[in-house]
């Protein structure tokens, strides 16, 4: 089929024909057979990490686990969490990572929801920035927003124009 493009494309056409659903942008599944594990982090539920290099995210701040397993294990035997690195996440940048993970699942993101956790000064932002983006890449349908299957091909790009709300 050639590159990636080529094939990511060929697999929105192909997979749905043979009863699979593309339910994230990396990711489909047949009906009921989603993983609830990646949809927890998409939809910035908490998740505590477990084991060395593991993310956890919680109440607003991502960690990142020890990446070795001797300084991780060291850490727990000395009764120290086994953290590499942590960022609490705030204002314009939860915005925009509530939008840009949220817009990597099918079923997008809660418009009203979310301007009630960031604000309307961050939703009229985000619409500003939204409307210098190609329009066929976005819908909105019964008061949420998703990328349509162009605009899941084209997320990353997307995606960057939508930091910092």
Request: glycine share 14%; aromatic share 10%; hydrophobic share 40%.
């Amino acid at each position: 089929l050639g590159g990636g493009y080529a094939s990511y494309r060929w697999a929105q056409w192909s997979l749905p024909r043979q009863g699979f659903r593309q339910y994230e942008i990396a990711s489909v599944a047949g009906p009921g057979e989603e993983s609830r594990h990646n949809q927890l982090y998409w939809t910035r539920a908490n998740v505590l990490p477990a084991g060395p290099s593991a993310w956890g995210y919680w109440e607003g701040c991502r960690t990142c686990g020890e990446p070795t397993v001797g300084r991780w294990a060291a850490d727990l035997a000395a009764g120290r969490l086994p953290l590499a690195g942590w960022e609490e996440l705030k204002g314009g940048r939860a915005a925009s990572e509530a939008v840009i993970l949220g817009t990597r699942m099918a079923q997008g993101i809660d418009l009203a929801s979310w301007e009630s956790q960031f604000g309307r000064r961050a939703r009229g932002e985000l619409e500003r920035r939204l409307s210098l983006l190609p329009p066929d890449c976005f819908a909105v349908r019964a008061g949420r927003l998703s990328l349509t299957p162009k605009g899941m091909r084209l997320g990353n790009a997307l995606w960057s124009e939508l930091l910092e709300l």
